[in-house]
């Protein structure tokens, strides 16, 4: 079983839409919680950290369950910008673990 | 502004030949890591270090080998290029405590011909 994963995609949404990722994880050590952002071509650049109480960051939510050992990313009111590859982050010991990333094309 | 540099942004090899590829940062952070990105498979850990003249493998380092003689300089060699080593490098740094941002270098095109 991989450490992180998630559903690749690509998810196509309207502008406007409310879409949500999902990404699970195997190491039930893990402390620390992130997602990604990618644009093509570029390097990952960090979206936001995850906490365990949740966070919200303007149209962004992200949410941890430990339970069940999943993170969530939550984005609201879909910009056409926000099209990218959302790749979640889990740090179980000193080493980041990526996931394969979901893909979002946000449509006009 | 934070950075982290490649040497490279493109780099062609032939089978065979020994390559580098040069990562420094200046935010004088403890950890950087080697990943590798391929379609589909998303980035996979090659190496890491967490200081100097330490080392630590990833997911995936067979082929691969690594040097960190200065805190700001993490090297990856391919000792002896091949075509499934085609691929894109990414380099990152991150401090040591957890819940800190990684930040990445802008990323080596590798083609061994």
């Known amino acids: 079983r991989k450490e992180v994963e998630q559903d690749p995609g690509p998810f196509n949404v309207p502008e406007g839409a409310t879409v949500a990722f999902n990404c699970t994880y195997s190491n039930s050590a893990s402390q620390s919680f992130f997602w990604y952002r990618q644009d093509c071509r570029k390097e990952p650049k960090l979206l936001m950290s995850?906490?365990?109480s949740g966070n919200e960051d303007g149209r962004f939510t992200a949410q941890l369950n430990r339970a069940s050992q999943y993170i969530s990313l939550l984005i609201r009111d879909s910009k056409l910008s926000d099209s990218a590859t959302y790749l979640c982050?889990?740090?179980?010991?000193?080493?980041?673990?990526f996931g394969t990333g979901t893909l979002l094309a946000v449509q006009p | 502004d934070v950075k982290v540099t490649q040497s490279s942004r493109y780099l062609v090899k032939r089978t065979g030949e020994k390559v580098f590829l040069e990562c420094v940062q200046d935010?004088?952070?403890?950890?950087m890591f080697w990943y590798r990105q391929d379609p589909g498979l998303g980035l996979r850990l090659i190496y890491f270090?967490?200081?100097?003249?330490?080392?630590e493998k990833g997911d995936i380092p067979e082929g691969y080998s690594v040097s960190r003689e200065k805190k700001e300089r993490f090297s990856l060699i391919l000792e002896s290029a091949s075509t499934n080593q085609t691929s894109m490098y990414l380099c990152a740094s991150s401090l040591v405590v957890a819940n800190t941002e990684a930040f990445f270098g802008q990323g080596t095109r590798l083609t061994v011909v």
């Open positions: 935010m004088d952070h403890e950890n």
């Open positions: 995850v906490y365990s």
């Open positions: 270090s967490y200081d100097v003249k330490m080392k």
């Open positions: 982050v889990v740090l179980p010991t000193n080493k980041l673990i």
